[in-house]
């Protein structure tokens, strides 16, 4: 089984953003907020929605995407935060309903409520809603609620323990993913991606957040930013701060995703990360949607990549498309052995 | 010859640092302030400071460090817009005297008395001082002098514009190096150097810089952040946004270091930039001062993970340590034809 462990729902039907234009002009004029939340989506409609990605994993060879609401779509400083738990609410029930329609492609991963400055607490009740109401497996937690600006504390800082609490509880991973950028020094998927993946690496290596929290995963996607390209800084960094070698430190509870949209980057991470810590993922359909003119395949076609790499053996690979997902993912784990899907024997 | 281009001052005499305490004291109390940049080092401590330096270039076979003040001593949020240019003058001609001393080992290149909101406009006398009376063959220019908080335009902006006009007259580069980061969300060599260099590069993709200054060169530290890593993300958004392909848009302008501290990191560099693109630097003595326990070797003696590419040609080993610093620094260029070292014939 090939798990995507993820893909965003980037091609949502128009009535979600006719919402969300509404909600933001009743910030203005409340006259104009959205008279209901129910949407008005049908059933077919949203089947369609998702025809692009059915198309790519069946193309491209994968079984099972782990979806959550678009990450810039997320943009929590936008609004108010009642605004944004509507916000959320709505786009974490579309993400349920694409799953119970097509449970065989698509398992959810939610949005939280986060609001630059204020306690991710607030999330609790939406995260335990997702997870226990509507089966999500995972969360994504954005470590820059202020879009751009860094105005919260570190991912380390005690602002953000309640939510991790409530995630060892539930036992579902956090992947740190950023939204949206307000700053216009940062483009989103090119700049503030990528920069909220080396942050956060860098923010837990100069932590102990584990140990606090030795069963807390958090995800890093986007091949964790710059980190594996300058992994003997961070190793030399970890070293001159006195803290433990990397593996013993960071990377029993921290992974990076495959989404590196070229082969040369696909080698180099498989090369210094252990495929015990790497989890497939393509993001698509995403932040990168052309043909690669070298090579003519779609640069997120982040599978073909791996494919390529002779030095793999069966084991990692089973680990990478799979294993490590239903480790670091235990919900999605048992629900695919309901399924009757059981795990291999590592 | 082995050229070196990015040493930071990073071993001042005391002296430096105390007369740093008296300006910054001096803005609550002014009868603290310095009374004099006089800051009474004699050539022999200057000589002594720089030791390390000397013997890490013996050590490790480079020949001449291109070499400007401590990063992120630059520190242009702190205090004063005219207290940061006393800084960049005393900084600066405490560089041009180790450049003097020892012309052998070390060309200057200088800082900048930006100052966060201000126009950059503002730092051309300075910048003019360095390179017709110190010498110097280029600058440092940070992209954000708000020290993290990312305050001032792109610097594809007709902010900077004023600067890119001086710099393209002295015909001298810019690297694009931020400073320390008073945001506690980013380490300043683990996260805001490296999101410094991926922001720059990103900037430069969506704008068109180099329309307006064909002659502008930047180089862009740290083996150019995230960038190398995620090429085919950059050749991708570049070929969303209908941008030339790389080499035509930006590769004309923009060149990469070597600050990789491990080999993996060096061999994907080489891999996926053109070895035109590329220019040898170690930043030594820096961000990472140990010992890698993998390799008994220092992260940052990158030379070693150069000499270790065997598909490397002469040709562009020969471009990486010394031909692209004589031309993207045609002042250096000038100076060692002038002592006698005449550029090979490429």
Chains 1, 2 share one sequence.
Not at 158 to 170: A, D, R, S
Request: charged share 20%; aromatic share 10%.
């Amino acid at each position: 089984m090939i798990i995507d462990i993820h893909g965003h729902y980037t091609t949502e039907p128009q009535a979600l953003q006719l919402f969300r234009d509404k909600q933001l002009a009743g910030l203005a004029d409340p006259a104009r907020k959205p008279g209901s939340t129910d949407l008005g989506i049908s059933d077919a409609v949203l089947v369609k929605s998702v025809e692009p990605q059915l198309k790519f994993q069946k193309e491209r060879g994968s079984d099972l995407t782990i979806f959550s609401p678009r990450a810039s779509g997320m943009a929590h400083h936008v609004g108010t935060e009642a605004i944004g738990l509507q916000w959320a609410t709505v786009s974490n029930d579309l993400i349920h309903r694409i799953c119970a329609l097509l449970p065989e492609n698509f398992v959810g991963v939610g949005q939280l409520p986060q609001f630059p400055g204020v306690s991710p607490k607030n999330c609790i009740p939406e995260l335990e809603r997702i997870v226990t109401k509507l089966g999500f497996v995972g969360v994504n937690l954005n470590p820059d609620p202020s879009g751009g600006w860094w105005k919260d504390p570190p991912l380390t800082d005690k602002f953000w323990y309640p939510i991790y609490e409530k995630l060892c509880e539930l036992e579902v991973p956090a992947m740190i993913h950023v939204s949206s950028s307000c700053n216009p020094n940062f483009h989103a998927t090119g700049a503030h991606y990528i920069n909220g993946d080396t942050t956060a690496f860098m923010q837990l290596l100069q932590g102990n957040l584990f140990k606090d929290f030795p069963n807390l995963k958090f995800v890093i996607p986007h091949g964790g930013g710059a980190v594996p390209f300058h992994w003997g800084r961070y190793r030399g960094l970890a070293q001159d701060m006195k803290k433990p070698l990397l593996a013993d430190h960071l990377m029993k509870n921290v992974f990076f995703d495959t989404c590196v949209y070229h082969l040369p980057g696909i080698e180099l991470l498989t090369k210094v990360i252990s495929p015990d810590n790497i989890l497939f993922a393509s993001e698509m359909v995403g932040a990168v949607k052309g043909i690669d003119p070298e090579t003519g395949h779609y640069f997120d076609d982040t599978k073909r990549y791996l494919d390529q790499l002779k030095d793999l053996s069966a084991e990692s690979r089973h680990k990478i498309f799979e294993g490590n997902a239903r480790r670091v993912y235990p919900r999605l784990d048992t629900l695919l052995k309901k399924r009757g899907h059981p795990a291999k024997k590592a």
